[in-house]
């Protein structure tokens, strides 16, 4: 059995943070049709206006609320939260490349809501994955990069037996467990740690979970994490 597991010295910075979790199994995620994942993208790009009330990017309410917490544990110089990155190129004029139909799927998800999200392909784990603090030492090599990267101690990451799998939180994702179109069996998450977006989190994890079984099949559940349910089953 494989577990998802927030570790307590997270939830002793993070109380109140709530991960929404979806788990596919038996997906087709090779690309069919990338007209339907492009005007997703670009539908979500719209949408996402809405969340750039503010010409400064960082005074916009769901970049602050990640730039107040990335300064609550070690981060390297520069990261920023997934959406926030989303979000600058949305304000730029750039549109989001399609990767993957997951890939495509949660950075639509990401852009409609808000949020921050991800995912790995489960077949790449070995034994649990856990947010937890880093101690350092954990090997990591980054999307597109070659070189190993460790994480700073303190630093907050995903991660299993071999390694980190996603750096800062949700800054940057490792190559060995990134989504593919070979991928069969898929860990999502999406994060949120503003308490008056409880019910936002709730209705994209729903969108997300929807959306991959109408485009790509096999078999969905979806999990909410928090301080009173800190650990899931991934696998049986």
């Known amino acids: ?73 070690k981060t390297k110089k520069g990261a ?6 989303l979000l600058k190129r949305v304000k730029n004029g750039q549109h989001i490349r399609t990767i993957n139909p ?3 799927i949660y950075n639509s998800v990401s852009l409609r809501y808000g949020l921050p999200c991800g995912g790995e392909d489960i077949d790449t784990f070995v034994g649990d994955i856990r947010l937890a603090l880093a101690d350092g030492h954990e090997p990591f090599i980054p999307l597109g990069g070659e070189e190993n990267d460790l994480p700073y101690e303190g630093e907050i990451v995903y991660k299993d037996d071999v390694g980190a ?16 179109e070979q991928t069969k069996h898929a860990f999502l998450c999406i994060e949120s740690i503003d308490e008056t977006r409880n ?30 349910h800190p650990e899931i089953s991934i696998t049986d």
């Not at 990338?34 to 809405?50: C, D, G, H």
């Not at 920023?80 to 990155?85: D, T």
Request: proline share 2%; hydrophobic share 45%; with cysteine.
């Open 1 to 73: 059995m494989t577990r998802f597991v927030v570790e307590d010295d997270v939830w002793a910075i993070f109380p109140h943070a709530k991960i929404g979790v979806v788990v596919a199994q038996g997906i087709d995620n090779g690309i069919k049709n990338a007209s339907v994942y492009e005007q997703m993208l670009r539908e979500a790009e719209k949408e996402a206006r809405k969340f750039l009330e503010f010409e400064e990017l960082s005074r916009n309410p769901v970049i602050v609320v990640w730039r107040e917490a990335f300064r609550r544990f």
């Open 102 to 104: 997951l890939v495509d």
């Open 199 to 228: 019910e936002v989190l709730y209705k994209a994890l729903e969108e997300l979970a929807s959306s991959i079984r109408r485009h790509l099949g096999g078999t969905v559940k979806t999990h909410i994490v928090d301080i009173h």
């Open 165 to 180: 799998i996603c750096r800062c939180w949700n800054w940057r994702e490792a190559q060995r467990t990134m989504l593919t």
């Open 80 to 85: 920023r939260c997934s959406v926030e990155a």
